[in-house]
């Protein structure tokens, strides 16, 4: 199993990010797919779950009306669009397997994506 996130960087309070995951080593149309993130000094937390068509959806409180999760299993790739960003935001942020929820974020396998929110 290989996740590969990018996409991150340095942004203003109040702009987007398309963050994306390359998946390899896997049936990636088969397994659900989360994102999860970890702030300096912060646990692990759950942000965003996708069912394995793309049909179902799930978002933290946090982050809900903000950020949209999506997937292309004919390009084998997650991707999170991140708008209306706040200073809060600021994490690194990892693609895992599996179906997460608010307190019991899926592990992450990546090396992650840094998003910086500051002006």
């Known amino acids: 199993v290989q996740l590969v996130e990018s996409g991150g960087g340095l942004v203003q309070p109040g702009g987007s990010l398309r963050l994306s995951c390359a998946a390899s080593?896997?049936?990636?149309?088969?397994?659900?797919m989360s994102w999860v993130r970890q702030a300096a000094e912060k646990g692990l937390e759950w942000v965003s779950s996708?069912?394995?068509?793309?049909?179902?959806?799930s978002y933290a409180a946090s982050v809900k009306g903000r950020f949209t999760i999506s997937r292309d299993n004919a390009k084998n790739t997650l991707y999170l669009q991140m708008n209306s960003l706040k200073t809060e935001d600021t994490a690194v942020y990892y693609c895992?397997?599996?179906?997460?929820?608010?307190?019991?974020?899926?592990?992450?396998r990546g090396q992650g994506t840094q998003v910086t929110v500051s002006s």
């Open positions: 895992a397997l599996g179906w997460g929820t608010e307190g019991t974020p899926p592990p992450p």
């Open positions: 080593g896997f049936l990636f149309g088969s397994a659900r």
């Open positions: 996708i069912s394995t068509g793309g049909a179902s959806t």
